[in-house]
Nanobody, 122 residues
Framework: QVQLVESGGGLVQTGGSLRLSCATS????????MSWVRQAPGEGLEWVAR????????AYADFAKGRFTISRDNAKNTLYLQMNNLKHEDTATYYC???????????????RGQGTQVTVSS
């Protein structure tokens, strides 16, 4: 079955950087467009970014443009999210998922891992 294991989160100060990883198994990773989504405390899911199966077709939510970079390594079945210039409002649990669309609601029933917590102190 689909398995997704996110890692790389942590506590960082405003302006800092983190690199998230998502190790995948149970499906042909290289055949799927992949997304990162996030969920802040008490809020719904929010789509962050997507990358096409071969590494192209990249798109970001407005809040992520210019600060976040999504990438993938199909040889390692792994998805990445480089986050720079982090802000307090980026505090959330981050999940990877097979692409469902560009709204968070579309990921409600999607396979997700346990997530990785990102906390940005102001």
């Amino acid at each position: 079955q689909v398995q997704l294991v996110e890692s790389g989160g942590g506590l960082v100060q405003t302006g800092g950087s983190l690199r998230l990883s998502c190790a995948t198994s149970g499906f042909t990773f290289s055949a799927y467009t992949m997304s990162w989504v996030r969920q802040a405390p008490g809020e719904g899911l929010e789509w962050v970014a997507r990358v096409g199966s071969a590494g192209g077709g990249i798109a970001y939510a407005d809040f992520a443009k210019g600060r976040f970079t999504i990438s993938r390594d199909n040889a390692k079945n792994t998805l990445y999210l480089q986050m720079n210039n982090l802000k307090h409002e980026d505090t959330a649990t981050y999940y990877c998922a097979q692409y469902q669309g560009s709204t968070g609601a579309q990921y409600k029933d999607a396979d997700r891992g346990q997530g990785t917590q990102v906390t940005v102190s102001s």
